[in-house]
């Protein structure tokens, strides 16, 4: 067994021994430290890791951590048997406040080092806005520019107001923005991504990581808390990170330092907040402010969203913020009268992700208030979500709620085959359906008579605008009991995994302008589908397609004074 380095097995014992509250990944992820160390011929600088702990007294805070010097001295200072670094990929999911853009700012200062000892080790910044890709560089300058530093760290070091190089090695540090015109001649050492909750695609990734590979050791690293965009690189991050330390993945030199809540129900512990911010112990003024953000969000959720998501990185759906009580969904559970509702206008509505993931069709009949809801969906083999779903597929397949489809992807003619089925009992007034999806669909919808276009105008492309519009009525649906389903666990399941979202003008922005304008969600972008709910919801764009009984009028009252 290799031996680790008292000063990285230090927070790894606080863990062990509960000194330091700690949440589930982060118990794993030591256990998954000790088994790499026991199994593997691997190496711990020790010298170069006490030189790097000696560049913290240059920074305002002087001293370091237990968990910094953990994830850094793993990420630059351990090496496998053929001298190339063990775990040269991090990910760091921390709550607001614990030092990210510090921690950034140190182990940048240490690979430009002389310590580091690679000519021409770039350190490149990555972020969304110069602001939080200049951040770290600043705190790097500021500290050189320090008036009892300058004169011993200009030795070593030249700076100017927008990077700093480390004179012997020639490595250059700078803050880049999430841009990838001009990035293709990087030379970079270690890309650091800084709060990549927002990004929502790989496209600037990917430019920023080919270059890296010219330089020996290649390194990344992602800081960040959680965040709003779902189904982007963060929780892919968060994906992977789960199959290693829950699945017994290699981890393929991703270390996964995760803080977060276990639960929703340890935040009114505050015992329990440094699970998600393991720094907190040692700042008293950030623990007096998270008090006052918590007694705000306990009081009023709707006034402050992020602070279970970045405080806690536990985003969380609470009674204002989900779909409904799930008592309201458990009660859509009442037989449907299908005598009552056919031969009766009705609307269709579909939705999926991915053909080769799955999808969905709602049937919906509108009788006085009353709302019948039939709903199917298709499976695809191929997905590659599968394994992640925690639902009884197999059994809802059995109560002929779900069809699997054993091919590369659904067809879409299975969802128009079933429609022409419905036209024989139904008169299917409109089909609605994602703006975006509808380039898949279009053909197939055209060859049954569904078309957005004069003269029929009977399809419909559902926008964000249009869900804000029925949220409302859906809401009140819910809650005056207006929803009849049958028994469709798949469609309880399916409207539980989702929640309601702030409508920005930007992915995660709220503003003042948006306040109150809602769109649905999904929860967990890859283990919980919402795609039957969200064809309900497109459904419901569209009842005013089907009339409305006209009511009766009202009598004409007299009025008699005495």
């Known amino acids: 067994m290799t031996k680790i380095d008292p000063r990285i097995e230090d927070y790894m014992v606080q863990v062990e021994t509960g000194s330091i509250k700690a949440c589930e990944e982060q118990k794993l992820l030591v256990a998954h430290i000790r088994q790499t160390f026991a199994s593997e011929d691997l190496t711990v600088d020790s010298d170069r890791l006490t030189r790097y702990i000696g560049l913290a007294k240059y920074f305002p805070w002087q001293t370091l951590f237990p968990w910094q010097i953990f994830v ?20 760091c999911e921390l709550g607001r406040g614990a ?28 972020a969304n806005n110069e ?74 990734i990917d430019v920023f990581t080919t270059g890296l590979g010219k330089k020996p050791h290649p390194r990344r690293s992602y800081y960040t808390t959680n965040g709003d965009v779902r189904e982007g690189p963060l929780d892919d991050l968060l994906t992977t990170s789960e199959e ?26 505050e015992e329990n907040w440094p699970k998600a911010n393991p720094s907190l112990p040692y700042l008293p003024d950030l623990l007096a402010e998270i008090r006052k953000e918590y007694k705000e969000w306990k009081s009023h959720p709707e006034r402050l969203p992020a602070f279970m998501t970045k405080r806690m990185n536990l985003p969380v759906q609470a009674s204002d913020l989900a779909v409904t009580d799930y008592e ?8 449907i009268a299908m005598d009552l509702i056919k031969k009766k206008p009705a609307v269709v509505g579909i939705d999926f992700s991915k053909l080769a993931d799955m999808a969905a069709l709602d049937l919906h009949v509108r009788i006085d208030s009353t709302r019948y809801d039939i709903c199917s969906a298709w499976m695809c083999r191929a997905s590659k979500d599968l394994s992640r779903i925690k ?69 419909k492309l559902v926008r964000p605008s249009d869900i804000m519009r029925v949220v409302p009525v859906i809401d009140s649906c819910f809650r005056q009991g207006q929803f009849i389903w049958g028994d469709n666990p798949l469609l309880r ?31 967990e972008a890859k283990s919980r589908k919402t795609d039957p709910w969200m064809a309900l919801v497109a459904a419901m764009t569209i009842e005013d397609f089907l009339p409305v009984k006209a009511r009766k009028p009202t009598p004409v009252s007299r009025v008699y004074t005495y």
Request: charge should be negative.
């Open 72 to 91: 850094v001295g793993l990420h630059t200072c351990v090496f496998r048997s053929d001298g190339r670094p063990r775990w040269p990929d991090l990910f």
């Open 99 to 126: 030092g990210k853009d510090g921690t950034i700012a140190w182990e940048s200062l240490c690979l430009i080092s002389p310590y580091n000892g690679i000519d021409g080790y770039d350190v490149d910044i990555c």
């Open 131 to 204: 602001d939080q890709s200049m951040r770290p560089v600043k705190d790097v300058i500021d500290a050189l520019e320090t008036p009892e530093n300058v004169k011993k760290l200009k030795r070593f070091f030249y700076w100017n107001r927008e990077s700093v190089k480390g004179l012997k090695t020639r490595a250059m540090l700078r803050g880049r923005t999430n841009s990838p015109k001009g990035k293709d001649g990087l030379r970079s050492g270690i890309c650091i991504f800084n709060e990549i909750h927002q990004y929502e695609n790989y496209q600037n």
């Open 244 to 269: 290693i330390l829950r699945g017994g993945a290699d981890d393929g030199g991703l270390l996964p330092f995760i803080c977060k809540l276990d639960k929703v129900e340890e935040v009114h512990d």
């Open 328 to 335: 309201n969904i458990k009660s859509t559970n009442v037989e």
């Open 391 to 459: 639902a009884p597929l197999d059994h809802w397949s059995d109560m002929g709620l779900l069809t699997w489809v054993d091919d590369v992807e659904i067809s879409p003619t299975l969802l128009t085959d079933l429609i022409q089925d419905y036209k024989q009992d139904y008169d299917i007034k409109g089909v609605a359906i994602d703006d975006f999806r509808f380039a898949l669909m279009s053909d197939a919808l055209a060859e049954i008579g569904f078309s957005p276009r004069a003269p029929l105008k009977n399809l």
């Open 493 to 523: 399941w399916a409207t539980n995994n989702a929640k309601l979202v702030r409508f920005g003008r930007k992915a995660g922005k709220v503003d003042d302008a948006d306040l109150g304008n809602y769109v649905y969600g999904k929860i």
